[in-house]
Structure formats: structure tokens, C-alpha cells
């Protein structure tokens, strides 16, 4: 067993560079144990992508392990107690495996086509005019409060049919859900986690009356309609229109700012990208694979299994280092350069496997729409001090990023 020395992510110059750890750790033989969430850390690419496509590691432990075994982990996930967040967090379609999971993508799966996605773009486009029109020439703001932090709830609070005002009570309500699942677990982290779970609900089940009265072409009446033909039940309804809300939401701001971040710290992508707009979707996976918002998801063991040359035994639980996977130089030349035209550019930032992100298109099209009209309308973007990062080992994004935009 390797020891965790080298590997504390609640270290203040982890969040400053997570990067120069990961790097570490790739280069360790096999994978790292963190004795903190008894795991084994997978941090190069081919052993992520070996974990997320292998049928024999599910996300969830159900099924693997004894029952009183389940409990005990967690209470020490300290996850227990919670009864709102159990039935509709704890539970969802990116939490189960199996046939429940299976049924359940295939009911989003069929709706969040690419051609329903890229439908939305007008709609799309107006919103960031509209918040872009409110930046004069010369203006300081910070990017991520007064541009990133207004797109992606607004767009996927529209999709769900959720009134526009409703939308940014949405965001606090997703950030306090997601922080819990970060490792500082906190009793007042878990008070809040636990009352927002319960608001919710209300709010959907609030959200699912009134288009049941008039049902339209939102995907919470084409979630209805499919609790109706019997595809899921009542709670499930809940769960998944929770889990639409909430898993793109914090991340596409994150990584809208991280986005930025990175064209302003490599200025002749920035250039590249504002002579040739058509490099616009290339760069926006670069955004993700050079700082991935969402860095750590993990799996389990249902059975004996090998990851490199070790075997491990059935119960194990991994962790998935999607951010210092995207960052293996056996993957990617020149893997801590930013390059808006990388291709290829099978990065991890969505996962892989079975629970691959089903918002990847949704989330790709705000990015393109943001940098493509953000560049069009301001000649100059200058960085007015640099940012701090997030701490944590579960999202990477800044905390603030303050610009200044002129047109000349
Ligand atoms: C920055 C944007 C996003 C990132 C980085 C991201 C990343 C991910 C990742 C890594 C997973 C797989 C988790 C795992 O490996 O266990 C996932 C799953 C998922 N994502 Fe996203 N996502 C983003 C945006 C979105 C958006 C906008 C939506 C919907 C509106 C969405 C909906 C989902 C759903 C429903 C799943 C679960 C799929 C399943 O369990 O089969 N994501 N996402």
C-alpha cells in the first residue's frame, strides 16, 4: 500500500495546482490508496478509461455488499440522515446501475437529442446578448458572477419549462446539494444539503401541477408523460428533474470561467481563436479537457477485478481522477498546453461508459454561444487580477475572474 502523503486535496496550494499533484501521482507504479475515502485513486488516462467501461465497476455499492457493510459506509460518508437527500439526491439515474439505470437514461436519452439541444440556440443567443448588452465599453466585471453564473440554469431552467424568475433561486439551491457530495461533509453542510433536498421537491412537485395543466413541448411535461406510460415512478420523476437541474449547472459555470481563464493565460489562443471562430467548438473541448469542472467520481468493485497489473478484490472502491487523467502525457502531447485545435481530444471530462454526461451537447453549445459572441463584441479582454480556485477535490473552477472589456 503507498501512503497518502503526497495527496491532500484539502491543502490550500492543492486548489492553487492540482495539476503539479496529479502529475505525481501519475507517476506513481499502479494506483494510489486515500486512506481519507478508503479508495484507490486512478489518475492516468488509460486506467480511468479502463474503470468507467468495465461492466464490473457499477457507481453504486448496492448489490456488492452486505447491507449492514452499506450502512456502515454510509454513516461514514456520513451520508445517513438525510431522508430527503437519500430519496431524491442519494438516488437518481447517475446514482444507480443496472436496469433501473438503463430505463431511466433511455427516458432522458431520447429527449436531450443533439437536434433538440441545438433547437434552443436562438433562444440561447438572445440570453447572452441580452446580459452581454449590459457590458459598456471599458467595463470591469467579473466574469463568473455577471456572465458564466447567468447562462446555464436560465437555458436549462427554460428547457424543464421553469419560469424565468424561478431560475436563479435554482443555482443556490444546486450549489448547496452538490457542495455535500465534496469531502467536507460538515453537520451545517449537511443541514443545508438535507432542507434544499426537501425544498426541491416542493418546488418540482409544484413545477409538475401546473404543466400537467398545461403540458407544452418542455422536458417536465415530456417527464410526465413518461410517469404516466408507466417508464417511472413518482420519486424518480423528482430525482431525475433534480438531477437535470443540478448536474450542469455549477459545472458549466466553472468551467466557463476556468475557459477564460485559460485563453487569457495562453493569449495566442486567444488570438487564434478570434481570427478563426470556426476553432470555436474544438476549443471549447479543449476548455474541458485542460480544466476539467468536474475532477473525481468513483466506482466499485461488484466483482474481483484488474486495473493495470493488480488485482483487487470484489467490494474495492476507485476513484476517478477525470482531471488528472486529461492531463496524462500518454494520452495528449503537450497535455498541460492549451490548444484550442487539439484533435484528437478524447478527454474524460464527461465520463465514460455507461453513465456518460447525457448535457454534454447542452453544455458545449452555451460555452460556443458565450466565447463566440463575448470575442465578436469585445476587441480587448484583460485580466484584472488573477483569480483564486475553488477548494476541494470535486469541482475545479474559480472563484471569481475579473475583466476588463473594451470594444477598441
Ligand atoms: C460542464 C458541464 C458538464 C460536465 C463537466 C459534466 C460531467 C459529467 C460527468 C463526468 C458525468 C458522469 C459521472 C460519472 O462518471 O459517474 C455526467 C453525467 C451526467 N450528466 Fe453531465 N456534465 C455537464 C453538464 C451537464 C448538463 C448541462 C446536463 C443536463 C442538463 C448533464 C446531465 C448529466 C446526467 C443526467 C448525467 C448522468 C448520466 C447517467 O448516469 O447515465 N450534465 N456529467
Redesign the pocket.
Known amino acids: 500500500m503507498t501512503d497518502d502523503t503526497d495527496f491532500n486535496p484539502r491543502a490550500p496550494d492543492f486548489a492553487a495546482d492540482p495539476y503539479a499533484v496529479y502529475a505525481r501521482l501519475r507517476q506513481k507504479p499502479g494506483l494510489h490508496y486515500f486512506a481519507d475515502l478508503d479508495m484507490w485513486l486512478a489518475s492516468r488516462h488509460a486506467d480511468v478509461l479502463s474503470i468507467?467501461t468495465n461492466p464490473k465497476m457499477p457507481?453504486m455499492p448496492g448489490g456488492i455488499l452486505p447491507s449492514d457493510e452499506l450502512d456502515r459506509r454510509q454513516r461514514q460518508d456520513n451520508f445517513h440522515d438525510m431522508p430527503n437527500h437519500q430519496r431524491f439526491v442519494q438516488f437518481?439515474?447517475?446514482?444507480?446501475d443496472g436496469d433501473v439505470?438503463d430505463r431511466?437514461?433511455r427516458q432522458?436519452f431520447r429527449l436531450?437529442t443533439p437536434l433538440y439541444i441545438t433547437s434552443h440556440r436562438a433562444v440561447i443567443q438572445a440570453l447572452v446578448d441580452r446580459i452581454l448588452d449590459r457590458f459598456a465599453d471599458g467595463a470591469e466585471i467579473d466574469f463568473v458572477e455577471d456572465l458564466a453564473a447567468e447562462v446555464?440554469g436560465h437555458v436549462?431552467g427554460h428547457?424543464l419549462g421553469v419560469p424565468e424568475a424561478d431560475c436563479p433561486m435554482l443555482r443556490g439551491w444546486s450549489e448547496n446539494i452538490v457542495q455535500y457530495f465534496d469531502i467536507d461533509r460538515s453537520a451545517e453542510r449537511k443541514a443545508l444539503a438535507e432542507a434544499t433536498s426537501a425544498q426541491f421537491a416542493d418546488y418540482l412537485r409544484g413545477l409538475k401541477r401546473q404543466r400537467r395543466e398545461s403540458p407544452g413541448d418542455d422536458l417536465t411535461s415530456k417527464l410526465i408523460a413518461a410517469q404516466d406510460a408507466g417508464d417511472m415512478s413518482e420519486d424518480e420523476f423528482l430525482s431525475?428533474a433534480m438531477?437535470?437541474?443540478m448536474?450542469?449547472?455549477g459545472?458549466?459555470i466553472?468551467?466557463l470561467g476556468s475557459g477564460m481563464h485559460a485563453l487569457l493565460s495562453f493569449p495566442e489562443q486567444m488570438q487564434r481563436l478570434r481570427e478563426d471562430q470556426g476553432l470555436i467548438q474544438t476549443a471549447v473541448q479543449e476548455m474541458?479537457r485542460f480544466e476539467?469542472?468536474?475532477p473525481f467520481?468513483?466506482?466499485y468493485a461488484s466483482d474481483e477485478v484488474t486495473v493495470g497489473d493488480r488485482r483487487f478484490p470484489k467490494g474495492t472502491r476507485f476513484g476517478?481522477l477525470?482531471g488528472a487523467a486529461n492531463r496524462d502525457l500518454a494520452q495528449f502531447d503537450l497535455a498541460d498546453h492549451f490548444d484550442i485545435g487539439r484533435k484528437p481530444n478524447r478527454h474524460?471530462?464527461?465520463?465514460?461508459?455507461?453513465?456518460?454526461?447525457?448535457?454534454?451537447h447542452?453544455?458545449r453549445l452555451?460555452m460556443e454561444i458565450i466565447f463566440t459572441t463575448l470575442l465578436a463584441r469585445f476587441n480587448r479582454i484583460e485580466l484584472v487580477e488573477p483569480p483564486t480556485y475553488k477548494p476541494g477535490l470535486s469541482v475545479r473552477g474559480p472563484k471569481a475572474l475579473r475583466l476588463k472589456l473594451s470594444r477598441g
Open positions: 468507467v457507481r437518481s439515474m447517475l446514482n444507480s439505470h431511466l437514461r432522458v436531450f446555464p436549462i428547457l431525475t438531477l437535470i437541474l448536474a450542469g449547472h459545472s458549466t466553472d468551467v474541458f476539467c469542472p468536474l467520481f468513483d466506482r476517478l477525470y474524460l471530462a464527461f465520463g465514460g461508459g455507461a453513465h456518460f454526461c447525457l448535457g454534454n447542452l453544455a452555451d
